[in-house]
């Protein structure tokens, strides 16, 4: 499981683009707002300022341009008022920028990608091994933006001979994104990830009699007696790409038999909603397994809670694989309906029985 934050300090790391403490003092003269500080990229998040000793709010009372280091005040800083700036100084980057760079090879990396479970492959899902190939991705996509910036560096000769070669930056990035991308490569084609994984898929028979796939059953050995389970084939080689939905997904994992429980969080007054969940074998199955119980925690026009709770009867015959989604209605509108939350619940068979 990757974390942002994991990944951006991975980033910062590689770039050699790590971040410092800075102190700016200036004095007020009752006229002047604007103030560079010289300092630059300037993040916003630390960012700390007093004036006279009275400490400043954003953007209230002051603004910044982040990559020029520039603070323009609301209103001027009275004469002789001292002026103390404290924050984190980046070398290259803003953390929004580099984060900008993530998302992008993640995007790129897990492109057209489901996991066995056949859901999304997301930042929040990726595998650990795979979050150093996704931190050398993103340290290119940032190298190719200081190459682009070095592009327009011409190199300068003077008349007393001075050569300086101001291009020869350019050129150095250009073989550091060569030797990275080399290395992004190696380590997808070994891992078998990202843009250079070998794409592998099974064939479906088509039964001429019913003009519908023929299901495929994951290998048993002979005595082996338990019931088969069944392998959802991607029929496609590029992957499979999960169909749009405006639900939220959720997967549940639960073992047979146990009680399961979880919370879940609105940012929206649920006042006068019913809230209803099942677990079905399939979409539109007439089979139900179990009907969740709902309660609300809690009630706000920012935020609500509710909970659902399974019992250990509900998951006692629970299928290995099956389906669920959480639906609201209204009480004061009769035609309202909305499903929020949906997913798929994998269930582990229990050992241990009564």
Same mark, same amino acid.
């Given at each position: 499981?990757?974390?942002?934050?994991?990944?951006?300090?991975?980033?910062?790391?590689?770039?050699?683009?790590?971040?410092?403490?800075?102190?700016?003092?200036?004095?007020?003269?009752?006229?002047?707002?604007?103030?560079?500080?010289?300092?630059?990229?300037?993040?916003?998040?630390?960012?700390?300022?007093?004036?006279?000793?009275?400490?400043?709010?954003?953007?209230?009372?002051?603004?910044?341009?982040?990559?020029?280091?520039?603070?323009?005040?609301?209103?001027?800083?009275?004469?002789?008022?001292?002026?103390?700036?404290?924050?984190?100084?980046?070398?290259?980057?803003?953390?929004?920028?580099?984060?900008?760079? &993530?998302?992008?090879?993640? @995007?790129?990396? #897990?492109?057209?990608? /489901?996991? =066995?479970?056949?859901?999304?492959? !997301? +930042?929040?899902?990726?595998?650990?091994?795979?979050?150093?190939?996704?931190?050398?991705?993103?340290?290119?996509?940032?190298?190719?933006?200081?190459?682009?910036?070095?592009?327009?560096?011409?190199?300068?000769?003077?008349?007393?001979?001075?050569?300086?070669?101001?291009?020869?930056?350019?050129?150095?990035?250009?073989?550091?994104?060569?030797?990275?991308?080399?290395?992004?490569?190696?380590?997808?084609?070994?891992?078998?990830?990202?843009?250079?994984?070998?794409?592998?898929?099974?064939?479906?028979?088509?039964?001429?009699?019913?003009?519908?796939?023929?299901?495929?059953?994951?290998?048993?050995?002979?005595?082996?007696?338990?019931?088969?389970?069944?392998?959802? &084939?991607?029929?496609?080689? @590029?992957?499979? #790409?999960?169909?749009? /939905?405006? =639900?939220?997904?959720?997967?549940? !994992? +639960?073992?047979?038999?146990?009680?399961?429980?979880?919370?879940?969080?609105?940012?929206?007054?649920?006042?006068?909603?019913?809230?209803?969940?099942?677990?079905?074998?399939?979409?539109?199955?007439?089979?139900?397994?179990?009907?969740?119980?709902?309660?609300?925690?809690?009630?706000?026009?920012?935020?609500?809670?509710?909970?659902?709770?399974?019992?250990?009867?509900?998951?006692?015959?629970?299928?290995?694989?099956?389906?669920?989604?959480?639906?609201?209605?209204?009480?004061?509108?009769?035609?309202?309906?909305?499903?929020?939350?949906?997913?798929?619940?994998?269930?582990?068979?229990?050992?241990?029985?009564?």
């Amino acid at each position: 499981m990757a974390v942002l934050s994991d990944l951006l300090s991975r980033v910062r790391l590689e770039l050699g683009d790590l971040q410092k403490n800075f102190t700016f003092t200036a004095t007020g003269d009752g006229t002047t707002k604007v103030f560079p500080t010289g300092i630059k990229p300037i993040e916003l998040t630390n960012l700390y300022i007093t004036v006279g000793g009275a400490a400043k709010a954003y953007p209230a009372d002051y603004g910044l341009e982040a990559d020029t280091g520039i603070i323009t005040f609301t209103t001027a800083p009275s004469n002789a008022a001292v002026i103390k700036i404290t924050g984190l100084q980046d070398r290259y980057f803003l953390d929004t920028q580099l984060c900008k760079f &993530i998302n992008d090879a993640v @995007t790129q990396h #897990t492109y057209n990608r /489901t996991d =066995a479970l056949g859901s999304q492959v !997301t +930042l929040s899902t990726i595998p650990p091994v795979e979050e150093y190939p996704v931190a050398v991705l993103s340290t290119i996509e940032a190298l190719w933006a200081l190459a682009t910036d070095a592009s327009f560096d011409i190199d300068i000769q003077a008349p007393d001979g001075v050569n300086i070669p101001r291009s020869e930056r350019y050129r150095q990035l250009s073989t550091i994104i060569q030797q990275r991308f080399e290395q992004y490569k190696t380590l997808c084609a070994q891992l078998n990830v990202g843009l250079w994984r070998i794409e592998m898929g099974t064939l479906i028979r088509v039964s001429r009699t019913t003009n519908k796939y023929v299901p495929i059953y994951i290998n048993q050995e002979v005595d082996d007696n338990r019931r088969p389970e069944r392998a959802y &084939i991607h029929n496609d080689l @590029t992957g499979r #790409t999960p169909i749009p /939905t405006t =639900a939220q997904i959720y997967d549940i !994992t +639960l073992y047979q038999g146990d009680s399961w429980y979880a919370e879940f969080d609105f940012p929206f007054d649920t006042t006068g909603l019913t809230f209803k969940a099942q677990i079905r074998t399939y979409p539109n199955s007439p089979s139900l397994y179990a009907t969740f119980a709902v309660n609300t925690i809690s009630t706000s026009s920012t935020l609500s809670k509710i909970g659902l709770t399974l019992t250990t009867k509900d998951t006692a015959y629970m299928p290995v694989r099956a389906f669920w989604d959480l639906q609201a209605t209204s009480a004061n509108d009769a035609n309202y309906e909305q499903t929020y939350i949906r997913g798929q619940v994998f269930t582990t068979q229990q050992v241990t029985l009564d």
